[in-house]
């Protein structure tokens, strides 16, 4: 998984909503266009930017629709990456640089 690439793609509001809405149950472009008030294109491409970094699957296939969900897996390594820097953070930081011109 590439965190920054999936940080990216949730940094966008739109994408953010439909891993919402996909979080409580499986939906379809035509679907998921009617909750967000857009286009299908729109969904359709936010759907293959959230795919290429892997938060999404083909959850199943109805005809022509293609219903989508989370994966999981990927939202709870991202959680795992995001809780190794929060436990990574010192209180009693120092400065790392050399801010005064002084050596470390």
């Not at 409580?24 to 969904?43: F, G, N």
């Not at 109805?62 to 897996?73: K, M, S, T």
């Amino acid at each position: 998984m590439d965190i920054t690439l999936v940080l990216k793609c949730l940094a966008d509001e739109n994408r953010l909503k439909i891993i919402h809405l996909l979080a409580e149950r499986k939906y379809c472009v035509r679907a998921l266009a009617k909750q967000l008030e857009i286009s299908e294109s729109a969904v359709s491409q936010h759907i293959k930017i959230l795919k290429n970094a892997g938060l999404l699957e083909i959850g199943d296939k109805n005809g022509y629709n293609i219903h989508y969900a989370v994966n999981r897996d990927c939202l709870i390594m991202l959680s795992e990456n995001i809780m190794k820097i929060a436990d990574s953070v010192q209180t009693d930081r120092k400065c790392g640089g050399n801010c005064k011109g002084e050596r470390l």
